[in-house]
């Protein structure tokens, strides 16, 4: 682990000469603190006289390319708005969306947010069941999906509407037809500018400790997701952006299409699904320069070898990955294959990004931590009590709400646990605060493990397992055991052309042992084929821990 030294009072000159109000005003031309997401994310940038510049490149998935200028997208989604006020559509109105990435989608999230509605991804790999617990909750008034999803909306509690790319089909007759809303007379009005607690985006959290919770994003988000591509991504207007999270995800939508869009940039989009092969021609076809990934697509590019030598070729200025730690030695290698350094960012569906590694603040960088808080978010670290603990101890991460002029999270929509207290929005995450002001994620607060009286933070020991060239990927959970409490257990999951065995699981043991600590490496491997993930790629430790559980019981 390299810390650096002389990072902090540049951070803090650095900060003081940012303003976040400066953020806000750029948004809304109007300088009277109401906003459109529309607006801010097109409209404005046409009347700029940039609406030539393209907003949209897409490969689909034949392989064939199109593109949507922002003056394009003004136009289109113009027309479709006028066809959701037609049908009554109008303020507060959720619109859900289950397209692949493609132009329609970019075209239904402007439209909606045209006319002042919510805008509710539905991610296209949910089953009927997914699709209902986030319809019947958010009370949807229309739906706009294709022919390959149209049947997961039938025999719903309650199915909206639905507008049809494709058009109807005789087993749904009564769908109406996309390519006739894009001919409906364009809105005429202009879009009606909101209070910033008015919401734009109906979001849902991924699941990945139980049932997904209903965020409302606010228009105020709009600000925190400008300052992250401003600083985090250094989105630069002569990039090539990709950001290959899908939009049925906040790091999706937040971070490949408003936050580029807010700043006048172009974004990628590809329709296929993952595959390395597919990702490294992607970049090269494209010659992307500023890229974003979860930690899962890294440590599958990393494990197909496809990338070791992809500096060569690639013409990459900066990487960036969130939403699941991100092992030290992927970054290693990132910056080692694809020849740029990867910035870890870290963020939440309720608030965005708040603690990153910036471009901007390269001398920051410190390898395995995930940054500094975000300008415009004060960031403390709470014991049992909710009191902030010096640097070098583990507690809960909490943004300090009234020192955060950025934070725009509220509160769940639905019946959730209230996560604030005492003037902190608590993240249910552990970290541990350096000497150098950079955070270092431990883990989830359920995930952290009690061996022997010491807690154990899985991040680290994942870190150093995945240090073995053996392992493609890996997750550390606590087993219950009589003498220690628990002892730390590793699902490893090997790459290519390795085999499992008891010398293979005893060397990792001791290499963990030797480079991490002796009361911190797993006493007990168990190689799988794959880990549980969410359908957005995150490893789901609480369905390993539940099994180290049964198993434990079943081998006393
Ligand atoms: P749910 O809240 O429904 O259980 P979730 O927390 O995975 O699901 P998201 O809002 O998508 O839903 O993810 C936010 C969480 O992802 C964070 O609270 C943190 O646990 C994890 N995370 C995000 N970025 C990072 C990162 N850079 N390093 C470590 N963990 C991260
Ligand atoms: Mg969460």
Not at 266 to 281: I, K
Not at 463 to 472: F, G, I, L, Q, R
Request: hydrophobic share 40%; aromatic share 8%; with cysteine.
């Amino acid at each position: 682990m390299t810390a650096t030294s002389q990072s902090l009072p540049d951070y803090h000159h650095y900060l003081d000469n940012f303003s976040v109000h400066s953020v806000i005003a750029r948004l809304d031309d109007h300088r009277d603190g109401l906003l459109n997401a529309f607006e801010a994310c097109c409209g404005r940038h046409v009347r700029a006289g940039r609406g030539d510049v393209l907003a949209l490149v897409q490969e689909d998935s034949q392989g064939d390319m199109h593109t949507l200028s922002y003056a394009e997208l003004d136009e289109q989604s113009a027309k479709l708005a006028g066809w959701f006020q037609s049908q009554g559509l109008g303020i507060g109105d959720r619109i859900a969306c289950m397209l692949p990435r493609s132009p329609q989608l970019l075209i239904a999230v402007l439209a909606t947010w045209r006319i002042g509605a919510v805008y509710q991804p539905l991610f296209t790999a949910f089953g009927p069941d997914a699709v209902d617990y986030r319809l019947g909750r958010a009370g949807t008034k229309l739906v706009i999906t294709d022919h390959a999803n149209r049947y997961k909306f039938d025999g719903l509690s309650q199915c909206p509407p639905v507008l049809a790319v494709g058009g109807a089909t005789s087993e749904h007759a009564g769908d109406q037809d996309w390519q006739a809303a894009l001919t409906h007379t364009s809105m005429s009005d202009k879009p009606p500018r909101l209070a910033p607690e008015a919401p734009f985006l109906q979001m849902f959290t991924s699941g990945t400790v139980g049932k997904p919770k209903g965020v409302a994003v606010p228009l105020a988000g709009m600000t925190a997701f400008a300052i992250y591509m401003e600083l985090a991504i250094d989105l630069r207007n002569d990039d090539r952006f990709w950001n290959m999270a899908d939009p049925g995800w906040a790091y999706g939508l937040y971070y490949a299409i408003a936050g580029p869009l807010l700043l006048g940039v172009t974004t990628h989009f590809c329709e296929a699904g993952f595959s390395a092969e597919g990702a490294l021609a992607f970049m090269k076809r494209h010659h992307i320069t500023n890229f974003a990934a979860a930690p899962t697509a890294y440590r599958l590019m990393k494990a197909s070898g496809l990338f070791d030598d992809a500096h060569e070729t690639l013409e990459l200025r900066a990487a960036s990955s969130a939403g699941e730690p991100l092992n030290t030695e992927v970054v290693t290698w990132v910056e080692k294959s694809l020849g740029c350094p990867v910035m870890d960012h870290y963020g939440q569906t309720e608030t965005g990004m708040t603690c990153n590694n910036h471009h901007a603040l390269d001398h920051l960088k410190h390898v395995g931590a995930m940054g500094v808080p975000m300008p415009g978010y004060r960031l403390a670290v709470l014991d049992a009590e909710y009191k902030e603990l010096p640097a070098g101890e583990p507690g809960v991460l909490a943004v300090d709400i009234k020192n955060s002029p950025a934070h725009f999270f509220q509160g769940y929509t639905w019946q959730e646990k209230n996560p604030f207290v005492e003037g902190y929005y608590l993240t249910g995450d552990v970290v541990i605060r350096n000497e150098d002001g950079t955070f270092q994620f431990a883990g989830r607060d359920d995930d952290i493990i009690t061996t022997a009286g010491y807690r154990v933070g899985p991040t680290d020991v994942e870190n150093s397992v995945m240090t073995h060239p053996a392992v493609a990927e890996s997750a550390a959970v606590g087993q219950p055991d009589e003498i220690r409490g628990e002892v730390i257990k590793s699902y490893i999951v090997l790459r290519e052309g390795y085999e499992a065995s008891d010398e293979l699981a005893d060397e990792i043991k001791q290499r963990v042992r030797e480079r991490l600590s002796t009361h911190a490496f797993p006493r007990i491997i168990e190689f799988v084929d794959e880990l549980p993930k969410t359908p957005s790629g995150k490893i789901q430790r609480f369905k390993l821990r539940a099994q180290a559980v049964e198993e434990a019981k079943a081998s006393q």
